[in-house]
């Protein structure tokens, strides 16, 4: 059963400890390909995680699609920072940074045509896949914010829109998001995804 605590220690030594577990602790990562896009996707004690790289970088972040589905009897306990990015060329370990971070700098930053692009191509990815179908997800964002009126065209809409955001996923639950890696506005490069959540490692492949 995963448990809903994270102990601090354990939690800032993360992305040394865990990308240095031996593959047996992995599971088995299955892959596969969808409109253009090359996903890994990773099931622990009935959570399933998928993700996908996203070809556009945006303002200062390098994107990833993440998609989630939740087959166990538990609760769990999911957000963006429990996702770190190695890259490939002996960089320190890359945390994703928390949603309302995202929001804030696109709001400040970003022109809503930069959103408006990395928002159609998440789309494409997202409704072109037969494997996400999320019942609290990017499409039930998009429509929270489109009832916001005029103000659910700008930046900061469309942004909390797209970006993964921390949950609680009840039996049978599924979600879906962007999740931002500070990563000099480039796309994410060669490396590896690991995401601790609720104590289970989740570590896929180098890409």
Do not use: C
């Amino acid at each position: 059963m995963p448990s809903s605590r994270r102990t601090p220690i354990a939690f800032r030594l993360a992305p040394i400890i865990l990308l240095t577990l031996p593959l047996a602790a992995r599971g088995q990562v299955l892959e596969f390909s969808s409109n253009g896009l090359q996903y890994q996707a990773l099931t622990r004690q009935g959570l399933t995680v998928m993700h996908a790289r996203m070809p556009q970088a945006i303002r200062d972040f390098g994107v990833l699609q993440v998609a989630m589905n939740n087959g166990s009897p538990h609760i769990w306990k999911v957000k963006p920072t429990d996702f770190v990015f190695q890259p490939a060329d002996g960089r320190p370990p890359i945390r994703a940074v928390a949603e309302r971070v995202v929001i804030a700098d696109l709001f400040r930053n970003a022109g809503r045509s930069e959103v408006v692009k990395l928002q159609a191509a998440y789309e494409q990815a997202l409704f072109g896949n037969q494997h996400i179908r999320s019942s609290n997800g990017y499409e039930q964002r998009r429509l929270s914010a489109l009832a916001l009126g005029d103000r659910g065209v700008k930046a900061a809409a469309a942004a909390s829109a797209l970006t993964f955001v921390e949950d609680e996923l009840s039996p049978g639950a599924s979600t879906d998001g962007a999740v931002f890696f500070p990563f000099r506005g480039q796309p994410l490069g060669p490396g590896r995804v690991v995401a601790l959540i609720n104590g289970q490692v989740f570590e896929f492949r180098d890409e």
